[in-house]
């Protein structure tokens, strides 16, 4: 279910962002636009990131079970004791008595990515609500001018 609401936003944020961009054009639109829908897409990606991702948490035990196995090896899978989950950030552990805890099934580029994405996102609607206050300042001073 929560894939699905995230997949749903995604195509929302994503749609919000090629079409604030389409209206005018990239040229013609003005720098809050484009850093509004800069900001919309690189959050549709970070979400769609995230999903696929958590898409790899969602198993059942044999999946989980297989995916241990493959991370620690077929000489420790006998070995492992108990599993550890974490949705931030996606993490499936594999926990091997005496030896530690594998980390399994989620992408190593999951993590990194949300992380530059979600920074990315900040940065850009930072910026924008910088912009829109300025434009609003700069508005103000031309009716006072008038």
Known sequence: MLSLVMAITAVGLAGYGFSTL????VRRSGIGNVLRSSAA????IGIAMYAWGAL????DETMTVQACRDAVGREQSADIDR????????HL???VKG??????AIPEYVNPAMLGLAVLTATLT???AIEA????RQNYMKGMST
Do not use: M
């Not at 389409?22 to 054009?25: D, E, H, K, V, W």
């Not at 206050?133 to 609003?136: E, I, L, M, T, V």
């Open 56 to 59: 790899h948490l969602v198993g």
């Open 22 to 25: 389409a209206r005018q054009g």
């Open 126 to 128: 930072i910026f924008a």
């Open 93 to 95: 552990g594999c926990h």
């Open 41 to 44: 897409l690189a959050a549709s």
């Open 133 to 136: 206050k300025h434009r609003g």
């Open 83 to 90: 599993y550890e989950f974490s949705y931030i950030p996606l």
């Open 99 to 104: 030896d530690g805890t594998y980390a399994a």
